[in-house]
């Protein structure tokens, strides 16, 4: 805890008033981020950080496996955060962000080591896919690291599929009001890997191409046939 202190001496007296016009306006204004990132609690996994991003840039939920229950099986925090992203903030954005050497994927692996850890188990059971996935789909002589890899990447894919249940995401994806992105954040080289929805994998950014994205939004109106179109049938 001293060095916590420490640190809000410092942000105190060296970092707040070189911004305080900054936190002054965002006071007054309110926040207006850029995007949503749902991204893993692990201490490692520093959202503004990797993003470079400042204060009112960046709406961040964090928890355990960077998970995104689906819409009818929990009304909880993240669902909430969600919600109050998407309508009240009108963020055009969300990010499933997981990484490298993720405990609670290595939980997903090795059922034994959250015996102790029954809420957690059971809030792991909204990623029990994306281990299915690896179990079936991998080949099985894969060494148990790589096995852990996959299944954080194949979390993030699992994740935004259940993004897109929540009504306020779907309703706004029907609109092409908003884009989901799915990240992958390596710990020890400090990579960050995007998911190519068109590609069907995860490739390195480069500086100067196209970000991209993982879902977009569509156009409703041109899916489902107009009542005079039926009726002229």
């Known amino acids: 805890m001293g060095d ?29 981020p850029q995007a949503l990132m749902i991204s893993c609690a692990d201490s490692r996994v520093m959202p503004e950080t990797i993003t470079q991003s400042g204060p009112g840039e960046l709406f961040v939920c964090r928890n355990a496996g960077n998970i995104v229950p689906p819409f009818q099986t929990m009304n909880g925090g993240v669902s909430s955060a969600i919600e109050y992203a998407v309508v009240a903030l009108g963020v055009r954005d969300i990010i499933v962000c997981g990484h490298s050497d993720c405990g609670a994927m290595k939980g997903l692996c090795h059922p034994e080591l959250l015996e102790p850890m029954p809420n957690v188990a059971a809030w792991l059971k909204h990623s029990h896919a994306a281990y299915s996935i690896v179990c079936e789909a991998y080949p099985k002589t894969i060494e148990d ?28 994806l029907a609109r092409n009001e908003v884009t989901l992105h799915g990240w992958f954040f390596d710990i020890e080289t400090g990579n960050v890997l995007i998911y190519d929805g068109t590609a069907s994998r995860f490739i390195e950014i480069e500086d100067g191409h196209p970000l991209p994205v993982a879902v977009t939004g569509r156009e409703v109106p041109h899916v489902v046939p107009t009542l005079a179109a039926i009726t002229a049938e």
Do not use: C, W
């Open 145 to 172: 690291r790589e096995r852990v890899r996959a299944v954080a990447m194949e979390n993030v894919l699992v994740q935004l599929d259940h993004l897109r249940t929540h009504p306020s995401v779907a309703a706004k």
């Open 4 to 32: 916590l202190l420490k640190g809000i001496s410092s942000f105190r007296g060296a970092v707040f008033p070189d911004n305080s016009a900054l936190y002054e306006k965002l006071a007054r204004e309110g926040q207006s």
